[in-house]
């Protein structure tokens, strides 16, 4: 149980942040001043980042704890959203932390897949995995819902983008306690 429910957040808290991003990012960037086609070069970076950060991340987990390399994948994420909020109009910080946010949100749901397959048994490892992606579903249409919600609100576009770094650090604390639980069974 305890296994499961850590996965779960951890894959509910990542799509949250990813389609927070993909779907508010340019128009929050727009909102705060960016012409519309940078605005939207954020979105291209951030996908970019993914996929880099999907072969990387692979070959680090090959490499050391999956736990620990998806942790700080998503901890680094959140400080790297926290540039994209403070860069205000400069470009150069913006697109950077867009690319490097999507190293870590992106390219750590690859990872995170593939950990949700290592972690069930093979008679029901295509239900744990699939329920797992379910509620990482829910997640990714509670990110945008919120985003509007926060639009709506009328706060600020750097203060709803910061928000999308609680989610982030959220699913690093899943993955590090996940890994805490599984050395324990």
Not at 8 to 30: D, G, I, Q, R, S
Not at 43 to 53: E, I, K, R
Not at 88 to 115: E, M, Y
Request: charged share 5%; hydrophobic share 60%; glycine share 12%.
């Amino acid at each position: 149980l305890p296994t499961t429910v850590l996965l779960w957040l951890a894959f509910f808290m990542n799509l949250l942040v990813m389609y927070f991003l993909v779907n508010w990012l340019p128009t929050l960037l727009k909102s705060a001043g960016l012409p519309l086609e940078k605005a939207i070069l954020s979105t291209a970076m951030l996908n970019l980042g993914g996929v880099v950060g999907a072969l990387a991340l692979g070959r680090l987990i090959d490499r050391f704890s999956a736990y620990t390399v998806l942790g700080a994948a998503y901890a680094a994420s959140a400080a790297f959203i926290g540039l994209i909020a403070f860069s205000g109009q400069n470009l150069t910080g913006l697109l950077a932390g867009a690319a490097l946010s999507g190293f870590g949100v992106v390219g750590a749901q690859i990872g995170c897949n593939a950990l949700a397959a290592a972690i069930y048994p093979t008679h029901i490892r295509a239900t744990g995995v699939g329920w797992a992606l379910g509620v990482g579903r829910i997640g990714a249409i509670v990110g945008p819902l919120a985003g509007g919600a926060l639009l709506a609100a009328a706060w600020a576009p750097s203060s709803i983008i910061l928000v999308a770094a609680v989610p982030a650090v959220l699913a690093a604390v899943a993955v590090v306690l996940l890994g805490r639980v599984r050395q324990g069974a």
